[in-house]
């Protein structure tokens, strides 16, 4: 299973970079997020992966009867997930903004800020 | 002596502040500093002639090997005595030369700047040290190059010298560091104990080369002398004290210095006197084609300090002490001419040859000056400068291999310079005084006294050799590793071979100066080679590493967002996967100790898979959000089977929330265009496979790596029990990891208050808004 | 057959089955409402194999998700909506 | 006997939402996937939900089934009124066999509604046109 | 108890942000109150730089869970030594701020962002804790988003564009290496991953991930071929902003480069093959573009990639005379580099351009500022006695040790093209009369302003170029302070006990 | 009385909440509790009609149920047989209740029961636009809901 | 959007929404859950009622700007941070637990502070953001 996954969060990477790589801003943001989803997905698999036992301890007791999947990759996870959120929903304003005052959506033209010399 | 090196430092940070209380009348008061120094300096010349070295020495940065290490020998000091003496002339004559100038205060800064950095220069024992005044003193050069900074060529050629100088600084600093890696000092006096040791490490030959590049380009040897006469766009005072006296002979210093460290190879000798002979006589005949005053000075001081060079490189004693003599000389008789230029000058307001005449009869006192430095530089006895001329071919003599060659060379050369003498200090004053000039009148006394006084010393030095032999060139040659004492100075050699040459040199010069006129149309005529000078090809070079460098730059930072992207992926694969792939344990795959795949699990990878190929070729932008908010449900139900609750909830809002916000702003942004062609596409498929395929492998061989649970067991095991909470991803967010959560939320509020900046401040709305940037 | 094996062997692949007809009409689409309206219906499916999946793990603790995806997956077509309606008011 | 009652409710479940996948498919527009679907999928769920409240048999899960079925019941309907709104203001057609649009032309003709498009209706809208690539 | 103090410059700034966030809108208040902050703030860092100097490196763990398991603060020498450096040019540019920036962008949130970011660095300085340091590397990210775009012109956003792509890009390749890292240790706490890592058995996969983090951290300290984000940008925004970047950000990089090449990797000859190439091309790549750009706020962009390599090239080099370069390089660039970004706002308000062709006649009029820039700019070249010199001895000497003359080759021809570089701009904005522009409308000309306002825009500066000649000749204790850095990062028993002992 | 029952939803939420139990006792126990307390504060001010609904209401949940397990039923027929009878259109039904909360009530059950579906309700509150599969005959289509579903809403929400 | 239905069903749900994110607040120490999750679906509750009802319908019922709860927010976590620093001089973040079993929310901590803290900034983040957006256009 893991290898499926592995091979998931690459497509991930690729996916994003590709759409990183197109001249349109929209697709640049959701490249963007593609490319967070996998790494949030590769520190989720290279933490182990394991089914049906989150680490919550039972009810009755003070600590874990039986396994439980590694929670630090989660916490990590968490606080990846929510700081990457911040970061793309300011870049999604910015890119009205861009759009806005630019007024192009093709990357390509922005290119008056550090063109030679 | 640190005091002395300081002094000139604290006049020019005095001047910084009380300058415009010093700009009058006042002015001429600084030039006691150099007089003082000397004074001072000339108190010790008893002590050094007598084979005493006096030192001091001040810790600044021991960690860092430098150290103000300061020593007087005689070598030193006949250096501190020309910075100092001249100096004080100098200093004396600018009063008047810049009279009311309005930055006379800053240009007494530079100049006291200059003179302790020179004085340093000399004086330091310590090479680092020495390096640090050597420096200064191209920086000072570099401000009074450019001292009339509103004229275009004055700034040219003060980023030029600088350029040249400096890039030699350097070339000195590396030198000095790989010297002293390999004596394990820095102190040049303990250096001389270990020439042999040197000599024979095989960092030698790099350490000369780059102590050669100093020398040659401060002391403007060919091919690096082109900075020279562009110097000369400095006001007089700084070509008469920096570009002939005093900076220039730094280079000299400098191999007079190192000669009894480094000096004892073929390869030091020959390499000086190849480079030092080919100056020398090109420089030479270059004084043949300027109409300029100061051109034929500078290329005629450019001759003289190729001759100072191959006499070094000669190396005997001879040479050595015709190389002391030459710069007393030299020194003398070159400050007289570039100071009585400076009065043509600035009386007449031209220093074209052609046009200048029987100023003499205006002038009397300078048109004396002139002929008495012309009759030194041409080695005319009585004059020092006919004594300094005799040692030369003495020395030229005394090369068994090589001694017709550079004799004819020697030969050669001093016609040239004596041509040079002749037209810079005797033309303007001889023939018609013409109508324009009548009116010229005898400048301040601050303006022709110092030349008189020059002259006058050259002369008397030239009489009484003695003045100087003892005292002064002897200690030199002791300093430099050979025995002074043998040779003695003396005006009259009687009858012998050395005469005749000089008679020759007297009779080839006297017929060229009469025969040859410079003019304009010659000077334009040799012009026309300039595209193979030096200078040129230099400038060509610059120019073409200019280009070369917007073409690097404009390649590199093209603008384009995408192959920024793509540099900065294609490198990191190729490094990471150059890493994986070579390794030696090269990583391999254990599907066994994985867990077990289930349809459900490929179902949903299935899903995103596809939700994910969607996303990437969906036309309409809405179209790709929506897949996306599939892609990131996928993810959730992943996060679920993998016992990820937490995760999966919060993956589950932010995508929701993601969505919302692209929804809010969607209309306000563009439409998706698809401009790339299809070789882009598919180069930037390969690019982003590269990196997902790469992504993979590492995962699949880290995951087949041994696990190490000793963190996360200890939150497991504690959560309840010392943190008192039961889900815990949650007890490790906001308890054993808690400092990560309170930045997470801080992250957080930052990008709001961003958002909420971003989207409520336009200035370039409001154009009444001040700009302040 | 216990109850697990049922589940897992008839139950989920039926949903799984489900999940992929709709995501058929997602790619198909043709038009923006019926992809969100299959990403909707993604989303109950998914409550669905949750719930599943929360009896065959014995974790109930999986329900809340689904409460949650219940909840804000209406946010998300409320959103969806809006942008309709608005892109076409322009 | 538990068991039972779990896979008969659990069957059920993923029968109705079988039933709205197929349907969502088969549908010929828009309206139809959402009338299909919306029911269906939202019976189905809830049976599951239910069936998992028998499994764990404890009142907080119960508590739980019951807040999750009331939240879908409560959404379900909003969400399908919005998307089905949505939809026929940004002009996706009716099946061609249908017998009845009362709707038509309110949202143009009618200042009650405020959402008045300036130009609904016209056929390329359907894929959202305005959104596609140029070339 | 002392051991907090490790803490108290991250609490104090927070404890700042947060209150100036309260004060949102009131602008005057927040000026003074950053003002006042930032020198207690520099209070505090020098408080602990001593007591760090007294006592060697303290660590403390947050929340008192016992390291590896809580996140482990620790300030050595070179953490102390930076987190002091950032309250030096942070008081710079908070003064300057109130000076130079117009009220609308300090009315949208200037101060409490800019104190967060004077936090992020801190904190990414002072950690021991490689996902905490992710976590600070982005409040660094962030802010300086908001600073970038504050006001929104078009060049700042167009800028922004550039920068956030690739920063963010930078970030997940950071997370891709912790990903990787805890993959192979499960462990976080830096000094718990010195052990851990040299026990792997899979070196191959420990230099992939050592890859990883150079890349990653290689993005945000701009090296070759990296860099790409930072000439796009850093002109952009107004110069106070552009200070601090100039100043600290791609520092924080070779900070996190120089922290995990000695703590948790090995530089293997294969690794420090790659960064001394690096290092080669990110001194020439950076020398030349400076070369060819006439915009002021340019031209020292493209030198602070330049720069870096010099930093780089001495962790290259990895000896303690190498080390000992870099870290006395990165404290006199972040003096001086934060100075100079200040210096150009000057020159801009003198006469409302940067372009270096229309600009002159500095010297004529301003001979005593004139004379105040220079300290900044020659500093930058390295003229002797002044800070950029001595590093570059101990470069130097490192590479000869090493008999790399490839490096030597680089850093000398940097150093020269530097001088250039700025000998050209002192001739064409000092010396040069200069173009007689149009007056802009609502510009507020520097000999506008008034006296009070000019003291907030000249007092930073001075401040600073105090600060560089201290470092210039007091030379030899910021030797002995980098001596004792760099032994201390190659003797990493002392960081680990530091973490463990619960002294 | 909508404010009534989420008052009594509410407390008993916080009742469990409180106790941090969720045993079954207690959520009953909860649940009798506020809604005994929300009789005694509430008591003679005209809303106890609330307390009289509570049998109505459950009686139109399982009329509610059945006609979704009806529906469901049809429409599975409809989706599993191959082919399409269905008479689909959007009928405008005119509406007497009247309340928000009664018109809202109605438009999400007409949309919860299988093969209809509120599209939108017309700005003067008179007609709910609803799709249906199902249109054999207009009138008919229109009382059979009006008399179903509405009037059993009209009895509890007015 | 103006549709009747949606703005009846949205304000049913603002008070069950806003219950519920606070019971997921507080359950999240022990259960799925927590400050973060909690303080999105309360903002979520609020985004919801907007879309409704409008803009400035949603603001008057909120009566305090939303980017207040973030320096709040922010400001309660640091100091629940911050004060076993001030009181017992331990490290920052260290926890401090009441010793008592207290109902509702279990065991009485600093923890339970920051998270709510967590909550309020989630809260005045998300409505910052989707508020200046709406009022942008
Ligand atoms: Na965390
Ligand atoms: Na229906």
Not at chain 5, 188 to 217: C, H, P, T, Y
Request: hydrophobic share 55%; glycine share 8%.
């Amino acid at each position: 299973m893991e290898v499926l996954l592995a091979i998931m969060i690459g497509v991930l990477y690729a996916a994003g970079i590709y759409l990183m790589l197109r001249r349109s801003l929209v697709k640049l943001i959701i490249g963007v997020i593609l490319l967070g989803n996998g790494a949030n997905l590769l520190i989720f698999l290279l933490g182990r992966i394991t089914k049906g036992s989150p680490p919550i301890i039972p009810e009755e007791s003070s600590t874990f009867l039986e396994a439980y999947t590694d929670p630090l990759p989660q916490a990590l996870i968490l606080t990846a997930i929510v700081i990457s959120f911040g970061l793309q929903a300011f870049a999604i304003i910015l890119v009205k903004r861009v759009f806005k005052v630019v007024k192009t959506n093709d990357i390509d033209e922005m290119n008056t800020t550090d063109a030679g010399s | 002596m640190l005091a002395a090196v300081l002094t000139g430092f604290l006049l020019s940070i005095f001047l910084v502040f009380a300058g415009k209380y010093f700009k009058g009348k006042l002015a001429v008061l600084s030039a006691l500093v150099p007089l003082g120094l000397f004074l001072y300096f000339l108190s010790f010349i008893n002590r050094v002639s007598s084979g005493e070295i006096i030192t001091q020495s001040v810790e600044w940065v021991p960690a860092l090997g430098l150290n103000l290490d300061f020593t007087l020998d005689g070598l030193s000091l006949l250096f501190t005595l020309l910075i100092t003496g001249i100096g004080f002339l100098v200093f004396a004559y600018t009063a008047a030369y810049l009279k009311g100038h309005e930055y006379l205060d800053r240009f007494y800064g530079y100049l006291g700047m200059f003179m302790g950095a020179m004085l340093g220069l000399v004086l330091s024992d310590n090479l680092l040290s020495m390096f640090l005044f050597w420096e200064l003193t191209s920086i000072s050069s570099f401000f009074l190059i450019g001292f009339n900074n509103s004229s275009e060529a004055s700034r040219k050629s003060a980023v030029l010298a600088l350029a040249v100088t400096g890039s030699g600084g350097f070339l000195l600093l590396a030198g000095a560091l790989l010297l002293g890696n390999v004596a394990g000092t820095y102190s040049i006096s303990e250096m001389v104990a270990l020439g042999d040791m040197i000599a024979q490490s095989e960092s030698y030959i790099l350490i000369v080369v780059l102590l050669f590049g100093a020398a040659f380009t401060k002391s403007a040897q060919f091919p690096f002398h082109f900075w020279l006469p562009g110097a000369m766009k400095a006001p007089t005072p700084v070509s008469t004290y920096l570009h002939s006296a005093t900076m220039v002979k730094a280079g000299i210093y400098l191999l007079l210095r190192f000669t009894p460290v480094l000096g004892s190879t073929e390869f030091w000798n020959t390499t000086l006197i190849i480079v030092g002979g080919i100056t020398m006589f090109y420089a030479a005949v270059h004084t043949l084609f300027r109409t300029d005053l100061k051109g034929v000075l500078a290329y005629s001081t450019i001759s003289v300090l190729g001759l100072l060079v191959f006499l070094i490189g000669l190396g005997t004693q001879y040479a050595l002490v015709a190389a002391g003599v030459y710069i007393v000389v030299h020194a003398l008789y070159k400050a007289t001419l570039f100071l009585i230029t400076g009065i043509i000058d600035h009386e007449t307001g031209t220093r074209d040859v052609t046009a200048l005449s029987g100023l003499r009869k205006v002038m009397m006192p300078v048109a004396i000056a002139g002929l008495l430095a012309a009759i030194s530089s041409a080695g005319i006895p009585p004059t020092v400068g006919f004594l300094g001329k005799e040692l030369v071919y003495e020395a030229t003599l005394g090369m068994a291999d090589w001694a017709v060659v550079l004799t004819v060379l020697a030969i050669a050369t001093n016609i040239l310079v004596l041509y040079a003498g002749f037209v810079a200090g005797i033309k303007p004053f001889t023939g018609k005084l013409p109508e324009k000039f009548e009116k010229v009148h005898m400048p301040s006394y601050l303006m022709w006294l110092p030349p008189v006084i020059l002259a006058v010393l050259g002369l008397l030095i030239g009489i009484y050799p003695a003045v100087i032999e003892a005292p002064l060139i002897k200690p030199l040659v002791d300093s430099v590793g050979l025995e002074g004492q043998a040779v003695h100075l003396k005006l009259w050699h009687g009858f012998n071979f050395v005469l005749g040459l000089s008679a020759l040199t007297l009779a080839g010069g006297f017929l060229l100066y009469f025969l040859w006129k410079p003019s304009e149309k010659k000077e334009n005529a040799i012009s026309k080679l300039d595209f193979i000078a030096p200078k040129s090809l230099l400038l060509g070079f610059s120019a073409g590493f200019r280009s070369f460098s917007s073409m690097w730059t404009n390649f590199l930072q093209n603008g384009l967002l995408r192959n920024y992207v793509t540099t900065i992926v294609l490198f990191l694969v190729v490094l990471v996967g150059y890493s994986l792939f070579s390794g030696e344990n090269a990583f391999h795959i254990n599907t066994e100790s994985l867990s077990e795949m289930t349809f459900y699990e490929v179902v949903i990878m299935g899903v995103m898979f596809m939700a994910v190929a969607f996303v990437v070729v969906a036309r309409s932008r809405l179209g790709a959000v929506v897949g996306m908010g599939i892609v990131g449900y996928a993810i959730c139900l992943l996060f679920v089977i993998y016992s990820a609750p937490d995760l999966a909830m919060t993956q589950f809002s932010i995508d929701t929330l993601t969505v919302i916000l692209f929804v809010l702003v969607l209309s306000g942004l563009p439409k998706y265009i698809a401009k790339s062609n299809l070789i882009t596409r598919i180069r930037d498929a390969g690019v982003s496979i590269g990196l997902g395929v790469l992504v993979s492998l590492i995962a699949l061989a880290v995951i087949n790596e041994p696990v190490n649970k000793e963190v996360s067991d200890f939150y497991a095991e504690n959560a309840y029990i010392l943190a008192k909470g039961k889900n815990v991803v949650n007890v490790i967010l906001v308890d054993f990891r808690g400092t990560d959560t309170l930045m997470e939320i801080a992250v957080l509020t930052i990008a709001a208050l961003g958002v909420y900046s971003l989207l409520k401040l336009r200035l370039d709305k409001d154009e009444n808004i001040e700009k302040e940037n | 057959m216990t109850l697990d094996n049922f589940l897992y062997y008839i139950i989920l692949p039926v949903l799984a089955l489900s999940t992929l007809l709709v995501f058929i009409r997602f790619i198909i689409g043709p038009t923006i409402s019926d992809r969100i309206v299959a990403l909707d219906l993604l989303i109950t499916t998914g409550i669905g194999v949750i719930a599943v999946y929360s009896i065959l793990s014995g974790q109930p603790t999986f329900l809340d998700i689904g409460l949650i995806f219940g909840l804000i997956g209406f946010l998300g077509t409320v959103a969806y909506s809006s942008y309709l309606e608005k892109r076409k008011k322009k | 006997m538990m068991d039972i009652i779990i896979v008969v409710l659990a069957s059920f479940g993923a029968f109705f939402i079988l039933l709205g996948a197929v349907g969502i498919l088969r549908m010929p527009d828009t309206y139809l996937r959402m009338a299909v679907t919306t029911k269906a999928a939202t019976l189905g769920v809830g049976l599951i939900l239910i069936a998992a409240a028998f499994y764990f048999d404890d009142v907080a899960t119960t508590t739980r089934v019951l807040a999750i079925i009331i939240f879908i019941l409560l959404t379900a309907p909003v969400g399908a009124h919005l998307m089905g709104r949505a939809s026929y203001i940004a002009g996706n057609k009716l099946w061609e066999k249908s017998v009845s649009d009362d709707l038509e032309g309110k949202y143009k003709a009618s200042r009650n509604f405020s959402i008045a498009p300036e130009k609904p209706g016209k056929s390329e809208d359907i894929i959202e046109n305005e959104d596609y690539d140029k070339n | 108890m002392m051991q907090q103090l490790v803490m108290y410059p991250l609490l104090f700034q927070l404890f700042l942000s947060i209150g100036l966030i309260f004060l949102w809108k009131k602008i005057s208040w927040q000026k003074w109150i950053s003002a006042v902050g930032s020198v207690i703030n520099l209070g505090i860092s020098v408080w602990l730089f001593i007591h760090i100097w007294e006592n060697g490196t303290q660590g403390i763990q947050a929340g008192n869970w016992e390291a590896p398991f809580g996140i482990t603060f620790v300030a050595d020498a070179l953490s102390a030594s930076l987190v002091l450096l950032t309250s030096i040019a942070g008081l710079a540019v908070s003064v300057f701020s109130a000076g130079s920036l117009m009220s609308a962008r300090l009315k949208f949130g200037f101060y409490p962002v800019f104190h967060f970011l004077l936090l992020g660095l801190c904190g990414a300085f002072l950690t021991g804790d490689i996902f905490n340091l992710y976590v600070w590397f982005e409040i660094i990210i962030i802010c300086s988003f908001v600073l970038l775009t504050l006001g929104g012109e078009k060049a700042q956003l167009e800028g922004a564009m550039k920068y956030f792509t690739l920063n963010f890009l930078a970030s997940v390749v950071f997370l891709t290496a912790i990903a990787v890292l805890y993959g192979l240790t499960g462990s976080l706490n830096m000094a718990d991953l010195a052990v851990k890592v040299a026990e792997i058995e899979n070196r191959s996969l420990v230099q992939v991930n050592a890859l990883l983090f150079l890349v990653g951290f290689g993005i945000k300290a701009a090296v070759f071929p990296l860099f790409f984000w930072l000439p796009a940008s850093y002109h952009t925004p107004p110069s106070a902003v552009s200070a601090i970047f100039g100043g600290l950000l791609t520092k924080v990089g070779v900070y996190a480069l120089i922290r995990v090449f000695t703590l948790i990797f090995e530089v293997d000859p294969f690794i420090q093959n790659v960064i001394l190439g690096i290092a080669f091309l990110t001194l020439f790549s950076g020398a030349v573009g400076a070369l060819v750009q006439n915009n002021v706020m340019k031209v020292f962009s493209y030198l602070v990639i330049s720069h870096i390599g010099y930093m780089i090239a001495g962790l290259g080099m990895m000896t303690e005379v190498a080390l000992t370069g870099a870290i006395f390089y990165l404290f006199h660039d972040i003096v001086v580099k934060t100075n100079l970004f200040m210096v150009s706002g000057i020159i801009h308000r003198v006469k409302g351009t940067s372009d270096m062709k229309k600009l002159g006649g500095f010297y004529g009029k301003y001979p005593l500022l004139s004379l105040l820039f220079a300290i900044p700019l020659f500093s930058l070249v390295g003229i002797p006695p002044l800070s950029g010199f001595w590093p570059k001895l101990s470069l130097i000497s490192a590479g000869f040790d090493l008999e790399n003359y490839w490096i030597i080759a680089g850093i000398l021809l940097a150093s020269f093209l530097t001088l250039i570089v700025i000998v050209k701009l002192w001739a064409a904005v000092f010396w040069k009369t200069g173009e007689k522009l149009p007056e802009q409308r609502n510009f507020p000309y520097f000999d506008n302003l008034k006296n009070f306002q000019k003291t907030q825009l000249i007092a930073p500066i001075v401040f600073l170029s105090f600060v560089t000649l201290y470092i210039g000749f007091g030379a030899e204790n910021i030797h002995s302070l980098s001596v004792r850095i760099s032994e201390e990062l190659l003797n990493k028993q002392m960081y680990i006990d530091a973490v463990f002992n619960k002294s | 009385m909508k404010n009534r029952f989420l008052a009594n939803l509410l407390l008993t939420i916080i009742w469990i909440a409180v106790t941090g139990n969720f045993q079954t006792a207690n959520v009953v126990f909860g649940f009798i509790l506020s809604f005994f307390l929300l009789w005694v504060i509430t008591r003679g001010s005209g809303q106890g009609r609330y307390f009289k609904m509570v049998p109505k209401v459950i009686s139109f949940f399982f009329f509610f149920l059945f006609e979704l397990i009806k529906a469901n039923l049809q429409v599975a027929y409809e989706v599993a047989t191959p082919k399409l009878n269905m008479k689909p259109g959007i009928v405008a039904l005119p509406l007497d209740v009247k309340s928000d909360f009664g018109i809202t009530l109605l438009a999400n059950l007409i949309t919860l029961t299988p093969g209809t579906l509120s599209l939108d309700v017309s700005e003067d509150r008179k007609f709910l636009f609803v799709h249906s599969m199902y249109i054999y005959d207009k009138q008919d289509f229109i009382n059979g809901i009006k008399n179903g579903f509405e009037k059993r809403i009209i009895d509890i929400s007015e | 959007m103006k549709t009747l239905i949606l703005r009846t069903a949205s304000n049913y749900m603002l008070p069950l929404l806003l219950v519920f994110s606070v019971f997921i607040l507080l359950r999240g120490h022990y259960l799925p859950g927590g400050g973060f999750v909690g303080g999105l679906i309360a903002a979520i509750a609020f985004v919801l009622h907007a879309f409704a009802n409008g803009l400035e319908n949603t603001k008057g019922l909120l009566r305090i700007r939303p980017g207040v709860l973030m320096p709040i927010g922010l400001g309660l976590a640091f100091l629940s941070g911050l004060a076993p620093v001030l009181a017992v001089d331990e490290p920052f973040m260290t926890g401090l637990w009441w010793p008592d079993h207290v109902p509702v929310v279990g065991n009485l901590g600093s923890a339970l502070f920051f998270d709510i803290g967590v909550y309020l900034v989630v809260i005045g983040v998300t409505l910052t953001i989707i508020f200046s957006i709406s009022e942008s256009d």
